[in-house]
């Protein structure tokens, strides 16, 4: 086993290399298809979020207006927005009375299907361009876990993204998920190096810098980075006072020097997408998004640092903007969740609804590992007694002490979260218990336990548990996104555990549905898809709309295509007779188009 170890110690890189090749190839083809076949029909089509992310960055790099789906920072956008510049795209007109309002999906939908553009093309590239990105940020989490932590903790914890199905589902759509979850480790990871230097008195101002630059990107891909900062200043400050108290005023000072930086990185980003946005269109702004119960004066003050018209002011005022519209979002929870057989509203989903989708959505063989991890960590940490010098050493590490304060932060937010729309609002969380499980699995490399009076070692009891880790990554492809394990009834059933982006995420089927409709000539289909993209582009004139809440059934001997999106909303509906769900077709199923759509035969 020490020659195994040595082997991969020398050669680390390598091994490093064929996971990021991976990473690319599963990304590409899984959302891509046989792309070489022509567009249209191949691959994925776009989710939900997508359609208003990708028109949104191009709207901002083109006319540095930001209005349009302004409830998100604009990173992630503009990054895949950036190749279709060199696309000759057109822009469509926005009518006078409806500029900057939120517009986000009247003007996605003129833009991606009703100006002369082609959204295949525009989709290949915007996704490249996020699969590139994602790539870019996984190799600097394994740089600095290398940095940090030493080889196998980096490798080990590079093998648990690769083949995470739910990493790479979302780490190849223009979504903001992955990348604020890999910014996130990558500002704990630096700000944690930076903590050790300063109280070690080492050179510290690269690591602050760059901590800095990356708590701005996760600032400037998801909002929820403000419980990111709130972590940083909490962790380091505890840190302080376990390792030097003399360093806390110090501390503060860095602190503040740290939010300047990262305030005036996020007004100049910030700043460049609002360059030629009018004053007026500012306040327009900031009159319908602030909170009535607010001051008045905030608001005005708002108003007059946008009439400076200075960009980089614009920019703040745009992300504080940006803030009241999603806070608003989050506490209105605007939606319909199917959840455990039941539909939820505004209320939310419940406590339990991250915790159940984390062990039905997680790979078995992660979750085994997890459950190894905490139960070995518990017995060494209470083994020999000492808890409270065990309790100060474990608090004398930076990176320690900042990962407690960003679970607790985080996670008591996510649970508590009334818009529970998927499993990759907690990605941070998961991928943080990647690394933490790495560098346990780490100490136990070279362990030994005594089996039938056998000395194993303990690293080989795990090996079959990452070989089904890479079964779960191999077996589910190209349906990634509708990944479910055992527990949760596997992919072709963990619908019925929860839909939306766990599962159906506004029609990523639709193309291949389409590509079935033409291949078997079928003349008229009737569907109840929820997508943000027109399904008559993708079925042609078989299209024919439905919807069993307001029209009659179809004619005897008709196809009907539904998703399972609205299926299980439909199902679910308390306030529907029976005469009005989709289970009365259950025995007329004939087709299923991916893992979506389900294609029922009227009988």
């Not at 399904?535 to 078989?542: F, M, T």
């Not at 009907?560 to 299980?568: R, W």
């Not at 029976?578 to 289970?583: G, I, L, M, V």
Request: glycine share 6%; hydrophobic share 50%; net charge positive.
């Amino acid at each position: 086993m020490a020659e195994i170890l040595n082997f991969i110690k020398k050669r680390a890189n390598y091994f490093a290399l064929i996971l990021f090749l991976i990473f690319f190839l599963s990304t590409f083809f899984s959302v891509q298809g046989k792309f070489w076949e022509g567009l249209k029909f191949s691959g994925s089509t776009l989710t939900s979020d997508e359609v208003s992310h990708i028109p949104a960055g191009f709207y901002y790099l083109k006319t540095r207006q930001y209005f349009i789906n302004a409830e998100h920072p604009p990173l992630i956008k503009d990054i895949a927005a950036i190749p279709l510049l060199f696309l000759n795209l057109n822009l469509p007109e926005i009518p006078e009375k409806q500029k900057y309002e939120n517009i986000q999906w009247d003007f996605a939908g003129d833009f991606l299907f009703r100006v002369g553009n082609n959204p295949d093309l525009i989709t290949f590239w915007s996704r490249i361009a996020i699969i590139l990105f994602n790539g870019f940020l996984l190799f600097l989490v394994y740089f600095f876990l290398k940095k940090s932590f030493g080889i196998f903790p980096s490798l080990i914890t590079l093998f648990l993204l690769v083949f995470s199905p739910n990493f790479i589902a979302h780490s190849s759509l223009v979504v903001l998920d992955v990348p604020f979850a890999l910014l996130s480790l990558l500002s704990i990871l630096v700000f944690s190096l930076f903590l050790r230097d300063l109280t070690k008195n080492r050179k510290y101002w690269k690591s602050f810098i760059l901590a800095a630059i990356f708590t701005s990107l996760a600032l400037l891909t998801k909002f929820q980075a403000i419980f990111l900062l709130i972590a940083l200043f909490g962790g380091g400050f505890l840190y302080t006072l376990f390792t030097k108290k003399e360093f806390w005023k110090k501390y503060f000072l860095f602190f503040i020097f740290f939010s300047i930086l990262i305030l005036i990185f996020i007004g100049v980003i910030h700043g460049f997408q609002a360059a030629k946005m009018p004053v007026e269109g500012i306040c327009h702004q900031i009159g319908y998004s602030y909170y009535n119960f607010l001051p008045r004066f905030g608001r005005d003050f708002l108003c007059q640092l946008a009439s400076l018209n200075i960009f980089f002011f614009k920019g703040i005022v745009e992300y504080v903007v940006g803030l009241f519209m999603i806070t608003s979002r989050v506490i209105g929870a605007w939606q319909a969740t199917y959840f455990m057989g039941k539909v939820h509203g505004s209320e939310g989903a419940g406590p339990l609804y991250f915790p159940i989708l984390f062990l039905t959505k997680e790979t078995l063989g992660f979750l085994i590992i997890l459950l190894l991890v905490i139960l070995f960590s518990i017995w060494t940490f209470f083994k020999n007694g000492g808890l409270k010098l065990k309790i100060i050493n474990f608090l004398k590490n930076p990176f320690n002490t900042v990962c407690l304060l960003f679970f607790l932060i985080y996670g008591l937010f996510s649970l508590t979260l009334k818009l529970t729309i998927g499993l990759r609002h907690i990605f941070p969380l998961i991928f943080l218990l990647y690394i933490l499980v790495a560098k346990e699995i780490n100490r136990w490399l070279t362990l030994e336990i005594s089996i039938q009076k056998k000395q194993i070692k303990l690293s080989l009891l795990f090996l079959p548990l990452f070989a089904s880790i890479l079964y779960s990554w191999l077996s589910v492809y190209p349906y990634y996104l509708s990944y479910y394990n055992l527990i949760g009834g596997g992919t072709w059933e963990g619908y019925k555990i929860a839909t939306d982006s766990n599962y159906d995420w506004g029609g990523q089927d639709v193309k291949r549905l389409g590509k079935w409709v033409r291949d078997n000539k079928i003349e008229k289909i009737y569907a109840h898809i929820f997508s943000n993209t027109p399904l008559d582009y993708y079925l042609g004139q078989a299209y024919q709309p439905f919807n069993i809440r307001y029209n009659p059934l179809p004619p005897k001997d008709s196809l009907l295509a539904v998703s399972a999106f609205e299926m299980q909303n439909i199902n679910y509906d308390k306030g529907l007779p029976e005469s009005q769900k989709y289970f009365q077709f259950e025995d007329d199923l004939i087709k299923r188009v991916g893992t979506t759509i389900f294609i029922f035969e009227i009988k």
